[in-house]
């Protein structure tokens, strides 16, 4: 048997699947569910970025799911929000609530709901950049020991997507973990070199991947902002498609060296950052080719230059991926726009990646809900 390159295996010729595939379901539920705030008053991801100041950006994520770092702003709208409502309660202390709501969640009203609506794939975010782990993980947190759920949460819910013929990826954050020393995401230099330089996070980011793929044997790793400087990556690779050869990678794992994070360095590399990510929002797909990925993504954006490269658009309902329980209807995208990009991204060798935000109950909301169900006679 000829074993597969270590990158990039299905760049050029993907699994029959995702060729097919129109339509996917990604799921951001976690802590940040619990205060499910982030402001409405601002624009949607992609106009932010192309027409507002950078140091605007941060301080008033639309993003429910960065409120760990917004409330680190003092004057933010998040940082208003958790002292009139929290006081002065660590960010790590909605772990309790949340495991307790975890235990009630049914995921195969999830998996029911997905399937009604006609996604073939579902990703979910089993660690975002606050560090909580949505699974009864063996990879030791040394700086929050237990940070994570108790139970196979992740498992229960592979299960459910698959008995109903769905695909199954697993989303995590790779470059960013804000439970190891970390201070405020300010800038794109903060943002795309992470958090953390030492060798402690490079091993735990590459022990849960494994752990993932032994597990769960995703059909997708979805990584997300980049990943750390280790040399092991592209051994990542190699054994995860030894161990599930139809799997694919998506395009998130860009690498910095940590010599950048000096204070000469980080305010060179924070000015082409910068332009690298304006360029890359102005302009999808033609900022060159990145070294690692089996397809590209979007996020919030479907202005994609048509070419052999198969692709991804992601997005929320409304402005943020967690549940933002203050989003009114306005802020919602209509079913029939949701049906357009599907139908518009295909032809094009795109897919739509639509967010699902439970609240923190694990309940869907309604408007979300209200959307699925109406996908379904598509």
């Given at each position: ?9 299905h ?15 990604m ?65 790590s ?91 405020p ?25 494994h ?33 599930v ?13 940590n ?55 992601t ?64």
């Amino acid at each position: 048997m000829v074993k597969p390159s270590p990158v990039n295996i299905h760049r050029d010729d993907p699994p029959a699947w995702f060729k097919q595939a129109d339509f996917g379901i990604m799921i951001h539920w976690g802590l940040y569910s619990v205060p499910a705030f982030a402001p409405t008053n601002v624009p949607d991801y992609d106009t932010f970025i192309k027409s507002k100041p950078l140091k605007f950006f941060f301080a008033n994520q639309p993003y429910a799911e960065w409120y760990a770092n917004s409330i680190l702003f003092p004057d933010s709208p998040a940082a208003r929000y958790h002292r009139e409502h929290y006081g002065n309660a660590p960010y790590s202390d909605f772990a309790k609530t949340f495991k307790q709501s975890a235990q009630q969640v049914d995921v195969d009203a999830w998996a029911d709901a997905f399937a009604n609506a006609g996604a073939k794939y579902v990703v979910i975010v089993t660690k975002h950049h606050d560090g909580f782990v949505l699974y009864d993980t063996d990879v030791a947190n040394p700086y929050q020991p237990d940070y994570h759920l108790d139970f196979d949460f992740v498992g229960q819910l592979a299960q459910a997507v698959r008995a109903r013929g769905m695909h199954f990826g697993t989303y995590y954050s790779s470059l960013l973990d804000w439970t190891f020393p970390h201070v405020p995401i300010a800038d794109y230099g903060s943002l795309m070199l992470g958090n953390d330089r030492s060798k402690i996070y490079n091993q735990y980011a590459r022990a849960h991947w494994h752990e993932l793929i032994d597990r769960y044997h995703p059909d997708i790793l979805w990584s997300d902002i980049g990943y750390p400087d280790d040399p092991g990556l592209p051994d990542l690779f190699r054994y995860y498609y030894d161990q599930v050869p139809d799997g694919l990678v998506n395009d998130r794992w860009r690498q910095f060296p940590n010599w950048l994070r000096n204070k000469p360095g980080r305010a060179v590399f924070n000015i082409a950052a910068k332009y690298v990510m304006n360029q890359e929002h102005k302009h999808p797909g033609d900022v060159g080719e990145l070294k690692y990925y089996d397809y590209r993504t979007l996020e919030y954006n479907s202005d994609w230059k048509e070419n052999k490269r198969y692709f991804e658009m992601t997005r929320g309902m409304d402005k943020s991926f967690g549940y933002n329980q203050f989003s009114q209807s306005k802020d919602y995208i209509t079913t029939a726009a949701v049906k357009k990009l599907i139908a518009t991204l295909h032809p094009k060798r795109g897919r739509l990646l639509l967010n699902v935000g439970p609240d923190r109950y694990g309940t869907i909301p309604p408007y979300q809900m209200k959307i699925l169900q109406q996908l379904s006679d598509r």
